[in-house]
T-cell receptor, first 114, second 116 residues
C-alpha cells in the first residue's frame, strides 16, 4: 500500500501561471517532507522541504504547504517557467528516520507551455 | 566538482549474467544509497551505507549485494540478473542522515539496465 501518493501523473500549465502539485500521505508518523525535481536523463535534485512543525515553507518561486490534519502537502510554483518542466517527486521521512529512509511518491510530470 | 558519478550509464544483460554498478562521489559524504526507479513507480531504496565498511538493506534488497570498501565508492552487484531487475538505478549520497538542508541527497544521473 502506497504511503506517499501523487495522484496526478501529469500536469500542464501555461507559462506565467501557477503550478500546484499535490501529495497525500497515509502514515501519521511522517514528520518531514521533501520535494525533488527530475529532468530526463538526470538524477533527482532537491527542491524544497518542510518539517511537520510548520505549515508553509517558501523559497523563491517555490512554496510548500502542509496540512497535517488532511495528511496533504502541495508544491506551488509561481510564476511557472518552461524550465520548470520536469517530474516532481514528493518524499517523506518518518519520526526518527533519516534521509536514507525516504519514501517517495510516483511523481508528477509537469509541462509548462510557453 | 563531479558530485556523484555512476558507471556504466547503460547495460544490457542476459538472464543469469552478473554485473556490478559503480558509484563514486567526491564530496566526502558519509552516507551512500542505491535506488531503483521503475515506470509509474517512485524511487525505492535497495541498499544503503552509513559509512565505509558498512551496508544495510533497504526496501527492495533481494537479488542485490553491495559493498563499501572505500568511503567514496559504493558498488551494487547483481549475481544472477533477472528480467524483473530491468530498471533505472540511481546512486545517491549525503553528508549524514540528518534532516537539515546540508544532508539532502545528491543523486547520480542513473544507470539504465535491461535484462533480457
Amino acid at each position: 500500500d502506497q504511503q506517499v501518493k501523487q495522484n496526478s501523473p501529469s500536469l500542464s500549465v501555461q507559462e506565467g501561471r501557477i503550478s500546484i502539485l499535490n501529495c497525500d500521505y497515509t502514515n501519521s508518523m511522517f514528520d518531514y517532507f521533501l520535494w525533488y525535481k527530475k529532468y530526463p536523463a538526470e538524477g533527482p535534485t532537491f527542491l524544497i522541504s518542510i518539517s511537520s512543525i510548520k505549515d508553509k515553507n517558501e523559497d523563491g518561486r517555490f512554496t510548500v504547504f502542509l496540512n497535517k490534519s488532511a495528511k496533504h502537502l502541495s508544491l506551488h510554483i509561481v510564476p511557472s517557467q518552461p524550465g520548470d518542466s520536469a517530474v516532481y517527486f514528493c518524499a517523506a521521512i518518518g519520526w526518527g528516520g533519516s534521509q536514507g529512509n525516504l519514501i517517495f511518491g510516483k511523481g508528477t510530470k509537469l509541462s509548462v507551455k510557453p | 566538482n563531479a558530485g556523484v558519478t555512476q558507471t556504466p550509464k547503460f547495460r544490457v544483460l542476459k538472464t543469469g549474467q552478473s554485473m556490478t554498478l559503480l558509484c563514486a562521489q567526491d564530496m566526502n559524504h558519509e552516507y551512500m544509497y542505491w535506488y531503483r526507479q521503475d515506470p509509474g513507480m517512485g524511487l525505492r531504496l535497495i541498499h544503503y551505507s552509513v559509512g565505509e565498511g558498512t551496508t544495510a538493506k533497504g526496501e527492495v534488497p533481494d537479488g542485490y549485494n553491495v559493498s563499501r570498501l572505500k568511503k567514496q565508492n559504493f558498488l551494487l552487484g547483481l549475481e544472477s540478473a533477472a528480467p524483473s531487475q530491468t530498471s533505472v538505478y540511481f546512486c545517491a549520497s549525503s553528508y549524514s542522515g540528518g534532516r537539515s538542508g546540508a544532508n539532502v541527497l545528491t543523486f547520480g544521473a542513473g544507470s539504465r539496465l535491461t535484462v533480457l
